[in-house]
């Protein structure tokens, strides 16, 4: 094991150094958090008294991932001008309606709120939906599994290390330094882990740029090679062969990823209310930097045409970019851009399980824990919940399954067509739906999402979680704000026993 650090180091010194800095401070910036994290709200929320600069910068870095920055430019690599349109201007736009929409009431109704279940069954005072939504937001650990794998792709390819040595690093690096320090060390390594991407993403885009040169010899090279490459759709694609997948879809996937549980449960990490809009601009700004990373993709295909494979084009275009130092940097954003992603979830995850499942007020009482104990069993119970994720994920990503990336897709989804009705009709209405009708919206869109994708219709699943949504929301309504059917009485049994009245008629008689 030792040999094969040392030989890894001697291959690419200025990548390790790179990272052991960026692992000195992470560590650091966990110690923080780990000593202001008293409490499981601590934990979950992070006590709810961030800044807005901070929570904004923690969500920016969540919503861009290593799919943000490997993987969506491979999508641009593939099918040109419409892939870059749908991942920037509708998705920017439903991210940004997501949040103006469902943010300052998610907080009003929630601020006692420490995870999305809680939120949910507090809101429709349905302890029953809190369950259902906590069970449900265990989908995120295929998402994990597949970050983690990403990661690993990652510094084995530009760090020299093994695939499996990379795993185990990418767990114990990620999964100690937030089962340390909880929501804290989130916020605190996303913020330095932000600084990072935000200016990688702008070397990125700036290289990207002069590579491109000027838009009408672009799109000009672009059409040489296909028409449909510099159009706004692409019939050739599963994914943008309409302005309906273009357009509309993104925007509806976009929204509903705010409703994400790790991404949703940030407003809560405010102190004041007032502060909403300085987060939830700094946030969007901070999306839309790494965003800049897409043109890669537009850089790669006039580079190479179309003869590699989506997945390792921006990888490939990266390790000619660059110079050798530039090229470290960059790797070390990237694998930033992983964890801050990953980190997040591990802390929504964690919370959920060790809150509203295991540290439960009616298992804590069938366990016989003592009330004034339930707050420190949640804390432990989260923190032990991230150690077991561990080991999930590192057995899973030693030997990943063939599918693992769209099944990560699935499981995002999936939670979100489940989810959202409950959260938007609790923000915006005033009296909304019955619990009984956002169980049956959950599972309309559940149905949907996964009948269409399984069901061989398409592979889109932005697509199927969008009709999966159109079915999902309307039937919440029509149900809930529908009278549940009552029972009909039941006529009592003949018995033998005389009624009052018949006796004082006896009586009388």
């Given at each position: 094991?030792?040999?094969?650090?040392?030989?890894?180091?001697?291959?690419?010194?200025?990548?390790?150094?790179?990272?052991?800095?960026?692992?000195?401070?992470t560590?650091?910036?966990?110690y923080?958090?780990?000593?202001?994290?008293?409490?499981?709200?601590?934990f979950?929320?992070g006590?709810?008294s961030?800044?807005?600069?901070?929570?904004?910068?923690?969500?920016?870095?969540?919503?861009a991932?290593?799919?943000?920055?490997?993987?969506?430019?491979?999508?641009?690599?593939?099918?040109?001008?419409p892939?870059?349109?749908?991942?920037?201007?509708?998705?920017?736009?439903?991210?940004?309606?997501?949040?103006?929409?469902?943010?300052?009431?998610?907080?009003?109704?929630?601020?006692?709120?420490?995870?999305?279940?809680?939120?949910?069954?507090q809101?429709?005072?349905?302890?029953?939906?809190?369950?259902w939504?906590?069970?449900?937001?265990?989908?995120h650990?295929?998402?994990?599994?597949?970050?983690?794998?990403?990661?690993?792709?990652?510094?084995?390819?530009?760090?020299?290390?093994?695939?499996?040595?990379?795993?185990?690093?990418?767990?114990?690096?990620?999964?100690?330094?937030?089962?340390?320090?909880?929501?804290?060390?989130?916020?605190?390594?996303?913020?330095?882990?932000?600084?990072?991407?935000?200016?990688?993403?702008?070397?990125i885009?700036?290289?990207?740029?002069?590579?491109?040169?000027?838009?009408?010899?672009?799109?000009t090279?672009?059409?040489?090679?296909?028409?449909?490459?510099?159009?706004?759709?692409?019939?050739?694609?599963?994914?943008?062969r309409?302005?309906?997948?273009?357009?509309?879809?993104p925007?509806?996937?976009?929204?509903a990823?705010?409703a994400?549980?790790?991404?949703?449960?940030?407003?809560?990490?405010?102190?004041?209310?007032?502060?909403?809009?300085?987060?939830?601009?700094t946030?969007?700004?901070?999306?839309?930097?790494?965003s800049?990373?897409?043109?890669?993709?537009?850089a790669?295909?006039?580079?190479?045409?179309?003869?590699?494979?989506?997945?390792?084009?921006?990888?490939?275009?990266?390790?000619?970019?660059f110079?050798?130092?530039l090229?470290?940097?960059?790797?070390?954003?990237i694998?930033?851009?992983?964890?801050?992603?990953?980190?997040?979830?591990?802390?929504?995850?964690?919370?959920?399980?060790?809150?509203?499942l295991?540290?439960?007020?009616?298992?804590?009482?069938?366990?016989?824990?003592?009330?004034e104990?339930?707050n420190a069993?949640?804390?432990?119970a989260?923190?032990?919940?991230i150690?077991?994720?561990?080991?999930i994920?590192?057995?899973?990503?030693?030997?990943?399954p063939r599918l693992?990336?769209?099944?990560?897709?699935?499981?995002?989804?999936?939670?979100?067509?489940?989810?959202?009705?409950?959260?938007?009709?609790g923000?915006?209405l005033?009296?909304?739906?019955?619990?009984?009708?956002?169980?049956?919206?959950?599972?309309?869109?559940?149905?949907?999402?996964?009948?269409?994708?399984?069901?061989?219709?398409?592979?889109?699943?932005?697509?199927?979680?969008?009709?999966?949504?159109?079915?999902?929301?309307?039937?919440?309504?029509?149900?809930g704000?529908?009278?549940?059917?009552?029972?009909?009485p039941?006529?009592?049994?003949?018995?033998?026993t005389?009624?009052?009245?018949?006796r004082?008629?006896?009586?009388?008689?």
């Amino acid at each position: 094991m030792i040999s094969t650090f040392n030989a890894a180091i001697s291959a690419h010194p200025l990548a390790w150094g790179l990272f052991g800095v960026y692992l000195v401070v992470t560590f650091w910036l966990a110690y923080l958090g780990h000593r202001r994290t008293k409490s499981f709200e601590d934990f979950a929320v992070g006590g709810r008294s961030m800044g807005p600069g901070l929570a904004g910068m923690t969500l920016g870095a969540c919503l861009a991932s290593t799919a943000t920055f490997v993987i969506n430019p491979g999508f641009v690599y593939a099918w040109g001008l419409p892939a870059l349109l749908a991942f920037s201007l509708p998705l920017f736009a439903g991210v940004f309606t997501g949040l103006a929409v469902l943010g300052r009431g998610f907080r009003k109704h929630g601020k006692q709120a420490t995870t999305l279940p809680v939120w949910i069954g507090q809101r429709y005072g349905s302890q029953g939906l809190r369950a259902w939504f906590a069970s449900l937001c265990l989908l995120h650990v295929f998402y994990v599994v597949l970050i983690v794998v990403g990661a690993a792709l990652v510094m084995t390819n530009t760090m020299g290390l093994p695939y499996s040595t990379s795993v185990g690093l990418v767990v114990c690096v990620v999964f100690s330094y937030v089962c340390f320090g909880g929501t804290y060390a989130h916020a605190y390594t996303n913020t330095a882990q932000g600084a990072i991407m935000l200016v990688v993403a702008g070397l990125i885009f700036v290289y990207a740029l002069s590579a491109i040169g000027s838009p009408s010899e672009a799109l000009t090279q672009l059409a040489a090679q296909d028409p449909q490459l510099a159009g706004a759709v692409h019939t050739g694609s599963p994914f943008y062969r309409n302005l309906f997948e273009v357009l509309v879809c993104p925007f509806v996937i976009g929204f509903a990823l705010v409703a994400q549980p790790h991404l949703l449960l940030k407003t809560l990490y405010l102190k004041r209310t007032r502060d909403l809009m300085t987060f939830g601009v700094t946030g969007f700004a901070c999306f839309v930097v790494f965003s800049l990373v897409l043109f890669a993709g537009l850089a790669a295909r006039l580079e190479f045409g179309g003869g590699l494979a989506q997945d390792v084009a921006m990888s490939r275009w990266l390790a000619g970019a660059f110079p050798a130092g530039l090229g470290a940097v960059v790797s070390v954003a990237i694998l930033a851009a992983a964890m801050s992603t990953l980190d997040g979830l591990l802390v929504a995850v964690s919370a959920i399980v060790g809150g509203d499942l295991i540290a439960h007020p009616s298992v804590m009482g069938r366990l016989g824990v003592p009330a004034e104990r339930h707050n420190a069993t949640a804390l432990w119970a989260g923190r032990g919940t991230i150690l077991v994720l561990g080991v999930i994920a590192w057995a899973v990503a030693i030997d990943p399954p063939r599918l693992v990336g769209i099944f990560g897709t699935i499981g995002t989804y999936g939670l979100l067509v489940a989810s959202l009705p409950a959260v938007l009709f609790g923000v915006v209405l005033r009296r909304p739906p019955s619990a009984r009708g956002i169980v049956f919206g959950s599972l309309t869109g559940l149905v949907v999402h996964l009948g269409l994708y399984y069901g061989d219709w398409t592979i889109n699943t932005g697509l199927t979680a969008t009709l999966a949504l159109f079915a999902a929301l309307p039937v919440t309504l029509i149900v809930g704000w529908t009278p549940a059917p009552r029972a009909a009485p039941v006529a009592p049994e003949p018995s033998d026993t005389p009624t009052p009245s018949q006796r004082l008629i006896a009586v009388g008689s």
